[in-house]
């Protein structure tokens, strides 16, 4: 799998528009770009994938630049509770074996 | 619902005594089970991962073993725990199509 690279730590203020960088350049095509999140004493939380198109959910909304090498997660409106670790993995979808490579993350704190 | 549960939370156990960390999942069948480590940092090991019953992979070769004794239940053990086994153990599963894995909420091991 693909190698990410996120920067160590970022701020927001509560209520602003989180925007968490990721690059991941050697990406393939057949590996989608993963986020998860990790509080600390917890499992990591899915956020969001996706391939080429940029995706939304509930939680955030994923933008995948057009040649795929790099993507960044947006949290809309943060709040205290989104203070964590955030993973940025590429994975290939039908990788049965699991193998999850998680780099190091970016760890954005939300402040008041 | 589908759920993943994993305990003990927290675990001290002395070096040379054995383990054995539980995992279940509810409201899927025969799904792809794992188990991982997260030690000092932040990165995650895969450890074990399970396609059914009896089968078990291991990704490196350590002190620790796994079983499947039963479609949604996985097993961590370890006859003898070493210091080193210390760490944050986190079972996962994945999604029958294949998208994205899923991790419980985590067991704190520490070998006094």
């Known amino acids: 799998d693909a190698k990410t690279t996120q920067p160590p730590s970022m701020d927001c203020a509560e209520g602003r528009a989180a925007n968490l960088p990721c690059n991941h350049s050697?990406?393939?095509?057949?590996?989608?770009v993963y986020w998860y999140r990790q509080i600390h004493s917890q499992g990591p939380q899915y956020i969001i994938h996706?391939?080429?198109n940029n995706e939304t959910n509930e939680m955030a909304s994923l933008i995948i630049t057009e040649d795929r090498k790099s993507s960044t997660l947006i949290l809309p409106h943060a709040t205290l509770r989104d203070t964590a670790v955030y993973y940025c993995?590429?994975?290939?979808?039908?990788?049965?074996?699991?193998?999850?490579?998680f780099g190091q993350g970016t760890e954005l704190s939300v402040k008041p | 619902s589908q759920t993943i549960h994993q305990w003990p939370a927290t675990l001290v156990q002395p070096v040379g005594s054995p383990l054995s960390l539980e995992c279940t999942v509810e409201?899927?069948?025969?799904?792809?089970l794992y188990w991982y480590r997260q030690a000092a940092g932040r990165g995650l090991q895969l450890l074990f991962y399970?396609?059914?019953?009896?089968?078990i992979s291991s990704e490196v070769p350590q002190n620790l073993s796994a079983s499947r004794p039963q479609d949604r239940q996985f097993i961590l053990s370890s006859k003898k725990l070493l210091l080193s086994d210390s760490g944050f153990y986190l079972c996962?599963?994945?999604?029958?199509?294949?998208?994205?894995?899923?991790f419980g909420e985590g067991s704190w091991l520490t070998v006094v």
């Open positions: 996962a599963w994945l999604t029958g199509n294949g998208n994205t894995i899923y």
């Open positions: 050697t990406i393939s095509g057949n590996e989608y």
């Open positions: 996706g391939l080429k």
């Open positions: 993995i590429v994975r290939a979808k039908n990788n049965q074996g699991g193998k999850l490579i």
């Open positions: 409201g899927t069948s025969n799904p792809n």
């Open positions: 399970s396609v059914g019953i009896g089968q």
